[in-house]
């Protein structure tokens, strides 16, 4: 049953180091912390990169399987969500009242991804598989993690990363700056074994080329951006990937896939005038001018 909210007070200023919806997590997270030039690299890299970069591509997830991020606020309705997979143990949405905004959508694709923030109860909803189901919303599977936490925790990803964690939103390509690791999936992630800060595993590869879930991945520091042609959008992404790297927090369905918000006013099956004004093209865009296989896979 949807319950409205009827406070009109505004959330209290939060401390410094804490996260916000625009650049969510504790300032100590490792997805806000930068890499050293001098992080060793993986002895098994150049085999593992070779692989993953094989297309030359880092697709950019813009559409289908892009993560669709609400902000709610103090009227926002407010539902018990319950989830549809009894036997993975009690739901995580169990005791919440969720706020979900009038008109959301979750992404096209089969994960049916969606975030709400809420700022006041400083909690991020991260929904699998989200659907609505009369006047309430169900959902496969998912995950509250805290605004302020590491963007590590629950079930919401393979790897346990929050799903909100990584995501390059529509703003930062406007500004031209992600301040960030980026989140990464590909079709090559090991079975079994994992690196911290991952939690778990969803791969199902056995090759001695795979990539485990929480490995991070950076561009080579010795890539000179300036002498490339790239886009506005290619040369964000690149520059974060030098800056902040990426983590391989999710198995997908092709060689690298690169996570990014979903432009929520855009058209059914356009990427937004934001992507499209920095040089994205499509859902799926290679970004081809990005160097893919100057990456490094980080030791542990």
């Not at 006047?135 to 599977?141: I, Q």
């Not at 393979?158 to 031209?176: H, T």
């Amino acid at each position: 049953m949807t319950l409205a909210g009827s406070s009109t007070t505004t959330p209290p200023p939060v401390p410094a180091g804490t996260g916000t919806a625009g650049v969510p997590f504790t300032s100590t997270s490792t997805w806000r912390t930068a890499l050293s030039t001098a992080t060793p690299v993986d002895p098994n890299s150049a085999n593992m990169v070779a692989y993953a970069a094989r297309n030359r591509a880092g697709y950019a997830n813009l559409v289908q399987y892009a993560v669709p991020i609400y902000v709610a606020t103090t009227s926002t309705p407010r539902y018990s969500v319950a989830c549809t997979i009894s036997s993975w143990g009690p739901c995580p949405f169990t005791g919440h009242q969720i706020p979900i905004p009038s008109g959301a959508v979750p992404s096209p694709g089969s994960d049916g991804a969606m975030v709400v923030i809420d700022e006041a109860s400083r909690n991020i909803y991260e929904f699998w598989q989200a659907r609505q189901s009369g006047a309430s919303w169900v959902s496969s599977w998912g995950a509250v993690n805290s605004l302020d936490g590491s963007g590590w925790g629950g079930a919401s990803t393979g790897s346990g990363a929050s799903r909100l964690a990584g995501v390059i939103r529509v703003a930062e390509i406007q500004q031209g700056s992600i301040t960030h690791a980026l989140a990464l999936q590909t079709d090559n992630v090991c079975a079994s074994i994992y690196r911290a800060p991952a939690l778990k595993t969803d791969g199902n590869s056995t090759a001695t080329n795979c990539i485990p879930e929480g490995a991070r991945v950076r561009l080579n520091p010795s890539v000179n951006l300036a002498s490339l042609s790239l886009t506005p959008a290619e040369r964000t992404v690149a520059t974060a990937l030098q800056t902040y790297g990426a983590y391989v927090m999710d198995r997908g369905g092709s060689s690298i896939s690169v996570s990014f918000e979903r432009d929520t006013t855009a058209a059914a099956n356009s990427i937004g005038a934001v992507y499209q004004s920095a040089g994205l093209r499509w859902d799926y865009d290679s970004m081809p001018d990005i160097p893919w296989s100057s990456l490094q896979v980080l030791a542990s």
